[in-house]
């Protein structure tokens, strides 16, 4: 079904795949990222989705023998991947960065996983690939969260490089969002569906380029992601603790005021209430999170 990374060089033949690369402004990088792409699979399609680019990107990535499917304003990376998913043409989809980070060489080694049975193969960065030493922190507690939220050893939980069987990839482009977080929703998706996730090490190069990505938009990102680990699988897994953590200082400051001033106060009644409320939320977000996989399933089928 895919090709055998010892033979690449010798077996030309390809199968049904699809390699979609979101640009956005990536003239300086999305031409060798395409030849590179095409030496190791000659026959793979090459979907280039060009995000309002303001450059020349299209021009290139036609020339250098992709289809190019331009948007006519930047809609973000989510929309792309989306816009890629649904126009590929084929049965497994390789997403991956046009801005040279990764190397497509890894390509038959993220395809040899789903041979194994896996339904996505996940490029994890090693330690040296991170742009900066604060976004290898934030990825790392993304990847303990998320492990902790699912049970699972998850090496990176926002790694854009990935090879996913198509059919059930969009079976949940109705929950990827716009942005720049589609990589954590897709996977927790992916976990909570029950379909086996790999990882694959890979070590990410340093990007062509400037960074589409700001610091304040980083932090909010950082905040989000956080907030969809727990709504996209399991929420009581998240607000249970939130909620005992409140109800402990309800109770320890109730009793602080007890012994001190022999009375309950207000601020023990709201923390304690508090307590109730994050849990009762955390529940109902259970039942919606129950609901939303139950109608990607029901359109799949």
Do not use: C, W
């Amino acid at each position: 079904m895919t090709i055998d990374p010892l033979q690449a060089d010798q077996d030309h033949s390809s199968p049904s795949l699809s390699v979609v690369v979101p640009a956005k402004n990536e003239s300086r990088a999305i031409g060798k990222v395409i030849s590179s792409i095409f030496r190791i699979i000659p026959d793979a399609e090459v979907l280039v989705i060009d995000d309002g680019s303001t450059d020349n990107t299209t021009e290139i990535a036609e020339k250098a023998g992709a289809r190019v499917i331009a948007q006519p304003y930047s809609m973000g990376n989510g929309a792309a991947i989306k816009r890629g998913a649904r126009s590929a043409h084929g049965e497994i989809l390789v997403f991956m960065d046009g801005d040279g980070q990764h190397n497509p060489q890894d390509i038959p080694r993220l395809l040899e996983q789903l041979d194994r049975g896996y339904d996505m193969a996940v490029g994890a960065r090693q330690k040296g690939s991170q742009a900066n030493v604060g976004r290898g922190l934030a990825n790392r507690f993304y990847n303990r969260l998320a492990s902790y939220m699912t049970g699972q050893r998850i090496e990176d939980l926002t790694s854009g490089f990935r090879a996913v069987r198509a059919r059930m990839f969009r079976e949940f482009l109705h929950l990827l969002p716009n942005g720049f977080s589609y990589p954590t929703t897709i996977t927790m998706a992916f976990f909570r569906a029950g379909y086996p996730v790999t990882y694959v090490p890979i070590h990410a190069a340093k990007r062509v380029g400037n960074s589409h990505l700001k610091p304040l938009q980083d932090g909010l990102r950082f905040l989000l992601i956080i907030f969809k680990v727990g709504t996209l699988y399991s929420p009581l897994k998240l607000f249970v603790p939130v909620s005992f953590g409140f109800f402990l200082l309800g109770v320890g400051y109730y009793l602080f005021t007890f012994i001190t001033m022999s009375r309950f106060t207000n601020m023990s009644a709201l923390l304690l209430t508090t307590s109730v409320i994050i849990f009762l939320i955390g529940l109902v977000s259970e039942q919606i999170t129950q609901l939303m996989y139950k109608d990607a399933i029901a359109e799949d089928g």
